[in-house]
């Protein structure tokens, strides 16, 4: 089993930046693929981005598209989600995913492609 755990949300302004973290840990971590997704009030959680671990290539959600970057640090198994011009609507609970094996990159958009889940990180943004 894979723990996730996230840090790094809180209170922003609209047009500031924030970077969340999610620190893996567990069972001989060596997945494929990190995925970012977030849920606000009475919405579906929904996919912002993805990494793969091995080759980096990442996928974004198109309203996250420029102004939000995942990056990881494989010595660290964190993965990271900068965001950058934030907007009201990007206020959410922020859930970091994990999965273990290989995957058409496409479907990394799917919250079924996912084995292990964090327990969310809060980001509220004012206008």
């Known amino acids: 089993q894979v723990q996730l755990v996230e840090s790094g949300g809180g209170l922003a302004q609209a047009g500031d930046s924030l970077r969340l973290s999610c620190a893996a840990s567990?069972?001989?971590?060596?997945?494929?693929?990190m995925g970012w997704f977030r849920q606000a009030p009475g919405k579906e959680r929904e996919f912002v981005a993805a990494?793969?671990?091995?080759?980096?290539?990442?996928y974004y959600a198109a309203s996250v598209k420029g102004r939000f970057t995942i990056s990881k640090d494989n010595a660290k198994n964190t993965v990271y989600l900068q965001m950058n011009s934030l907007k009201p609507e990007d206020a959410a609970v922020y859930y970091c995913?994990?999965?273990?094996?290989?995957?058409?990159?496409?479907?990394?958009?799917?919250?079924?492609?996912?084995?292990?889940w964090g327990q969310g990180t809060q980001v509220t943004v004012s206008s």
């Open positions: 995913a994990a999965r273990a094996t290989r995957l058409f990159g496409g479907l990394l958009a799917n919250l079924d492609a996912y084995d292990s």
């Open positions: 990494i793969t671990w091995g080759d980096a290539h990442t």
């Open positions: 567990g069972r001989t971590f060596g997945g494929y693929a």
